[in-house]
């Protein structure tokens, strides 16, 4: 049920209803992610997943490349990289163009794994949404790359500001 009053029975602001769901789906994520852990042959961690994805997506790159796609630090990334090297899922390579850098990229075996990934999250957000159809979930899948986009595009300035750190 959408809440859009409060205990008094005053409205809720649209911005107040929109950050009530987000709390509501972070608590659910967390557990879907267990839900698809499950479903999975493997066992992959949602930051794994997120670099596996990348990877895919951009093909060889550098660590302080990929980072920034993730909006994480270096270091954080740095941590992430040797537990997917280790499990065979990622490899690194020589930088043709500069022989002092390294490229990361996915193996075989991490192409599989993330295809077996996405395809256990598909089939769990399949059995939690059984009612949508496609016109629907393809309007959700537009708002929520909307959404995404704007969080990725803001989350420097809103870091910044909510640091003290704003010269703006």
């Known amino acids: ?4 009053s409060n205990h008094l029975g ?3 602001s649209a911005i107040e209803t929109v950050s009530r769901e987000l709390v509501q789906l972070v608590r659910g994520l967390r557990e879907l992610h267990g839900a698809v852990a ?31 796609v993730l909006c994480l630090d270096v270091s954080t990334v740095s941590r992430q990289v040797p537990v997917l090297e280790r499990q065979g899922w990622v490899a690194r390579a020589r930088d043709p163009e500069d022989q002092r850098a390294q490229l990361l990229d996915l193996t075989p075996a991490g192409r599989a794994v993330l295809t077996d990934v996405r395809q256990s999250r598909g089939e769990v957000l399949r059995r939690l949404m059984p009612d949508w159809t496609e016109a629907e979930l ?8 909307r959404f995404n986009d704007d969080v990725t595009t803001n989350r420097q300035a809103i870091v910044l500001a909510a640091t003290g750190t704003d010269n703006g």
Do not use: C, I, N, Y
């Open 1 to 4: 049920m959408l809440v859009t």
């Open 38 to 68: 499950s479903a999975s042959r493997h066992q992959v961690d949602p930051s794994g997943a997120a670099v596996l994805s990348r990877l895919d997506e951009l093909g060889p790159v550098r660590l302080s490349t990929l980072a920034t």
């Open 138 to 145: 393809d309007a959700f899948a537009a708002q929520l790359h």
């Open 10 to 12: 005053g409205p809720l």
